[in-house]
């Protein structure tokens, strides 16, 4: 049977098709979770834009890092908010986050701190008035296994005037991805994500659950997507990266 079809009554795990095709805008959005076999990691992270500068991007990896680029150098506004190490390893650690805190936390690691003391340092990006959240999320293997923890962290009201920090822990159970996305949906200013990271089912193939991800995606404003499936039993990573502009 289908896992999707399996999970999704009886557990309440959605596909990526229910949690996205009808969302025009979910903004950048990290998925973290198992394989239904059990034997890999996921870990997945998409962008997408609305202005002509957002969309003026794409993904590229070096050494296994993954970086938000210009497409058109010329036609750059503001790259304070845009440019970014989107995904970075540090020791037996992966982190991926939606902006430059992905440089915060693997500092902090460094430096002994946990995920959560590393971010205590950031807020909101200050895009007033939308004050887009910062979303991140990191593996930590060993043993032959892994745990996972995401992080949102958002305006305490319309002024910015404080910020809201969320720390969720996972256990991975096989089948099951969460995902934490910037916006609700489309707005203006756009209503900040609500509650917990939501149940998503992944796929034991990479490229299934890469092109499902993607034509989930609104056609109008996806911009780049990235995957990795890192197998637990010897390491090796499968990524896959997808840029709308080529």
Same mark, same amino acid.
């Given at each position: 049977? /289908?896992?999707?079809?399996?999970?999704?009554?009886?557990?309440?795990?959605?596909?990526?098709?229910?949690?996205?095709? /009808?969302?025009?805008?979910?903004?950048r959005g990290i998925v973290i979770g198992q394989t239904p076999d059990g034997k890999k990691a996921v870990a997945a992270y998409f962008i997408m834009g609305r202005s002509e500068?957002?969309?003026?991007?794409?993904?590229?990896?070096?050494?296994?890092?993954?970086?938000?680029?210009?497409? /058109?150098?010329?036609?750059?506004?503001?790259?304070?908010?845009?440019?970014?190490?989107?995904?970075?390893?540090?020791?037996?650690?992966?982190?991926?986050?939606?902006?430059?805190?992905?440089?915060?936390?693997?500092?902090?690691?460094?430096?002994?701190?946990?995920?959560?003391?590393?971010?205590?340092?950031?807020?909101?990006?200050?895009?007033?008035?939308?004050?887009?959240?910062?979303?991140?999320?990191?593996?930590?293997?060993?043993?032959?296994?892994?745990?996972?923890?995401?992080?949102?962290?958002?305006?305490?009201?319309?002024?910015?005037?404080?910020?809201?920090?969320?720390?969720?822990?996972?256990?991975?159970?096989?089948?099951?991805?969460?995902?934490?996305?910037?916006?609700?949906?489309?707005?203006?200013?756009?209503?900040?994500?609500?509650?917990?990271?939501?149940?998503?089912?992944?796929?034991?193939?990479?490229?299934?659950?890469?092109?499902?991800l993607w034509n989930a995606l609104n056609a109008d404003n996806k911009i780049s997507l990235y995957v990795r499936y890192?197998?637990?039993?010897?390491?090796?990573?499968?990524?896959?990266?997808?840029?709308?502009?080529?």
């Amino acid at each position: 049977m /289908d896992i999707m079809k399996k999970l999704t009554p009886i557990y309440g795990v959605l596909t990526p098709e229910a949690l996205l095709r /009808d969302n025009t805008y979910p903004g950048r959005g990290i998925v973290i979770g198992q394989t239904p076999d059990g034997k890999k990691a996921v870990a997945a992270y998409f962008i997408m834009g609305r202005s002509e500068n957002s969309r003026n991007r794409v993904f590229t990896e070096k050494n296994g890092e993954v970086f938000t680029e210009p497409y /058109d150098e010329s036609r750059v506004q503001d790259p304070s908010l845009i440019i970014y190490a989107a995904l970075r390893s540090y020791e037996n650690h992966l982190v991926v986050t939606n902006g430059n805190q992905t440089d915060t936390i693997v500092e902090g690691l460094r430096r002994g701190e946990t995920f959560t003391q590393a971010l205590e340092s950031r807020e909101f990006e200050p895009d007033a008035p939308n004050f887009t959240p910062r979303i991140s999320g990191m593996l930590t293997f060993a043993d032959g296994g892994f745990t996972y923890q995401m992080s949102i962290l958002k305006s305490a009201d319309e002024a910015g005037s404080a910020c809201n920090r969320y720390t969720f822990h996972y256990t991975p159970l096989r089948g099951l991805g969460h995902f934490i996305h910037t916006y609700v949906c489309d707005g203006n200013p756009i209503p900040t994500f609500q509650g917990e990271p939501e149940r998503m089912a992944v796929c034991d193939d990479i490229d299934d659950m890469t092109a499902r991800l993607w034509n989930a995606l609104n056609a109008d404003n996806k911009i780049s997507l990235y995957v990795r499936y890192i197998d637990l039993a010897t390491g090796e990573a499968q990524n896959r990266l997808v840029n709308k502009n080529k």
